[in-house]
């Protein structure tokens, strides 16, 4: 008799990157590496072992995560921490566009008076 790994409930489905920022998070939070059945245990959603290591081998080949071997498997951890992934995924957006001026432009208009200046002292140009 064959035993099936748990999946997700039958017609609901994560948005997309949904499941990448969960396995995220969790490795954030962890404080150490975590193998994928680790990070399958604490899942909010059951999934099957199988789905985690693919998201984690597919996080590692973008550059996310680092890997070591661990036993039969690979323990996972990321490569930054939270604010350093925040800012990547920020320079890998702005990157995506046609126009990076246009881009950057519209992106400093939008901040916050708040945020504008601390840009300007991140910066260096206190006015």
């Known amino acids: 008799m064959a035993t099936h ?13 949904a499941l990448e920022e969960e396995i995220l998070g969790l490795l954030h939070t962890a ?3 975590l193998t994928p059945g680790e990070v399958a245990e604490h899942l ?14 597919r996080l590692h080949t973008r550059g996310v995560l680092e890997r070591a071997p661990q036993g039969r498997s690979y323990a996972y951890t ?4 939270e ?7 920020m320079r890998q957006v702005m990157e995506s566009g046609a126009d990076r001026e246009s881009v950057l432009t519209r ?5 916050s008076d708040d945020d504008e200046d601390l840009l300007r002292r ?3 140009t206190d006015e």
């Not at 604010?83 to 995924?89: D, F, V």
């Not at 992106?107 to 901040?111: A, K, R, S, T």
Request: aromatic share 2%.
């Open 5 to 17: 790994e748990p999946q997700e409930p039958a017609g609901r489905r994560r948005a997309n990157g």
């Open 31 to 33: 404080g150490r590496a």
């Open 44 to 57: 909010s959603t059951p999934l099957a072992h199988t789905t985690v290591a693919t998201t984690l081998a």
């Open 78 to 81: 990321p490569v930054t921490d």
């Open 83 to 89: 604010s350093g992934m925040t800012a990547r995924h």
């Open 107 to 111: 992106f400093v208009d939008e901040l």
């Open 122 to 124: 991140l910066l260096g």
